[in-house]
């Protein structure tokens, strides 16, 4: 009985297995002849052979009789029609025309959504161009996994992180050969449209597997300069008109007029006139600051925080999906200007840390921390909190006060009534200054010497009984506040030393400075 379990396991591998062969060898059938039927397509053209090859498989049509139109993108329209093809041939299924059809895609609209090609309220505008990313998952989910078996080695791909939902089609295409990015490093640009021509040699990989290519990713490089970065932002986004004319140009950075736009609205609402004016150049001073530091000082962004930007900038995209332009309009910001606005932010962040984190060239050590927080008034306190909502709770805050005022231990009467989960944290009591605490309490505690003990103090929260605690300078550099402090402290360094480059730096505005103007306001 054994040997006959384990040669009908043999039989059933061995079926899988040539399935899996069938599936990888399956040939389209081609169901017209090309005969140099677009103008706009030459032979030695560099996509020439996938044009007559999508074509003949009968994939993607010209756009006219004569014409391919080679430059134009492709819409989504076009590109779920070549998914529901390549899913029609693949399956030998008959791709029916759409009942009361308004629009010559209808059908294969329908057809796509029937087969789990797309689904309901993916796309809200068929006419849009298609990104290269819903081109890569429309293609993926037409046909089999097994039709794509892995000839090169990928495991990532730089601006495609593994968060993303489309990364498992992405590395699919790049490892079975269908894409290999549009530098050596591997760089996909997920958010970019495709051009016609472009689609019909992707397409033509698809279709005829011996077309596919293997090759090896180059490495990426570990750092990025400020202006790596600005190259970044130009290179991952289209331009719209306002990002091609020049506002203003500080420290020898150009911000557009899309992004002049931007601050313009968003800060004249509290801001008119001169003043508006004023504001906007101090933005546009801080920003050039953190590049010309980033330049003088030689700091760049890493490789692994110019992979978050990429996460979090395209977790964005697919989110918004074909919302984000109305996301943008919304806002009055352009893509490339807020890529760009995105990426300083990154660069900032790297530049605080390296500068004014702690033993940095303008950073801090403990004792720098400890005398701040001694110049900002810190004081420490624990306290016995009654909540309103206890019964009694004004008569039992009164009796603990007391107990507490007798002398009996405080740290044991806060262990058995207090209801404050953070004092379990904060045992030795909390750090703060004024501003910090609701007004009552920070009030009594301040009014105390160390030692001493409150009267019951009504807030909102119920009823305390406040202790003043010594400074203590280990307490506090393990306490939560600590790293409030440390941050206090690095921002005020970071606004001086801004402040001192800001200073320094050229402002100089478009000639056309009040033509723009009129275009924005």
């Not at 698809?206 to 750092?223: A, M, Q, W």
């Not at 702690?358 to 909190?385: M, P, R, V, W």
Request: proline letters at 2%.
């Amino acid at each position: 009985m054994k040997k006959i379990i384990i040669a009908l396991m043999i039989a059933a591998f061995a079926a899988a297995a040539s399935l899996s062969v069938l599936a990888e060898q399956k040939e389209f059938s081609k169901t017209r002849d090309y005969n140099n039927n677009f103008s706009d397509v030459r032979s030695t053209d560099w996509f020439g052979s996938n044009v007559a090859d999508v074509y003949e498989y009968g994939l993607m049509d010209g756009v006219a009789a004569d014409k391919f139109d080679t430059e134009s993108t492709l819409t989504v329209a076009q590109g779920i029609t070549v998914a529901a093809r390549l899913h029609s041939l693949y399956n030998e299924k008959q791709i029916d025309e759409a009942e009361n059809a308004q629009n010559w895609y209808d059908k294969y609209v329908l057809f796509a959504l029937d087969n789990k090609i797309i689904s309901e309220n993916e796309f809200s505008d068929y006419t849009a161009p298609l990104s290269s990313r819903s081109m890569v998952t429309l293609f993926a989910k037409a046909l089999p996994e097994e039709y794509f078996p892995a000839i090169n080695a990928v495991t990532e791909i730089p601006d495609v992180t593994e968060d993303l939902p489309y990364f498992k089609s992405v590395l699919m295409f790049y490892n079975a050969g269908i894409l290999n990015g549009n530098d050596k490093t591997g760089i996909f640009y997920p958010e970019s449209s495709v051009t016609r021509k472009r689609a019909a040699a992707i397409i033509g990989r698809v279709v005829k597997p011996d077309s596919r290519v293997k090759f090896t990713l180059e490495k990426p490089k570990s750092e990025y300069t400020a202006k790596e970065l600005l190259d970044i932002a130009y290179s991952m986004t289209s331009a719209e008109t306002l990002d091609d004319f020049t506002m203003i140009t500080v420290g020898g950075v150009d911000y557009s007029l899309a992004e002049y736009k931007y601050y313009y609205h968003t800060l004249s609402e509290n801001y008119k006139g001169e003043e508006l004016k004023k504001q906007i150049e101090s933005v546009f001073k801080m920003s050039a600051a953190v590049f010309d530091t980033s330049n003088k000082k030689g700091i760049k962004l890493s490789y692994s925080d110019l992979r978050k930007f990429y996460s979090a900038y395209y977790t964005m995209r697919a989110n918004y999906g074909q919302n984000y332009k109305l996301f943008l309009n919304i806002n009055g910001i352009t893509d490339r200007a807020l890529c760009r606005d995105q990426l300083f932010y990154a660069l900032y962040g790297t530049e605080t840390v390296k500068l004014f984190g702690e033993n940095a060239e303008y950073g801090y050590t403990q004792s720098d921390i400890i005398n701040f927080a001694n110049s900002e008034n810190y004081i420490c306190a624990k306290h016995i909190l009654v909540l309103s909502t206890d019964g009694n709770a004004k008569q039992t805050a009164e009796e603990l006060h007391k107990r507490a005022a007798a002398g009996e231990d405080f740290d044991k009467l806060i262990e058995l009534y207090g209801k404050d989960p953070g004092m379990t944290v904060n045992k030795n009591g909390y750090y703060f200054t004024k501003g910090e605490m609701v007004e009552p309490f920070e009030k009594a505690a301040y009014e105390l010497k160390p030692g001493e003990i409150s009267g019951v103090v009504e807030t909102t929260y119920g009823y305390h009984i406040i202790k003043r605690c010594e400074f203590n300078n280990s307490d506090f550099v393990s306490s939560s506040a600590y790293y409030d402090v440390v941050n206090k402290y690095a921002s005020k360094r970071a606004g001086e030393f801004y402040d001192s480059v800001k200073n320094g730096l050229s402002v100089e505005y478009s000639p056309s400075y009040d033509e723009f103007l009129k275009i924005i306001d």
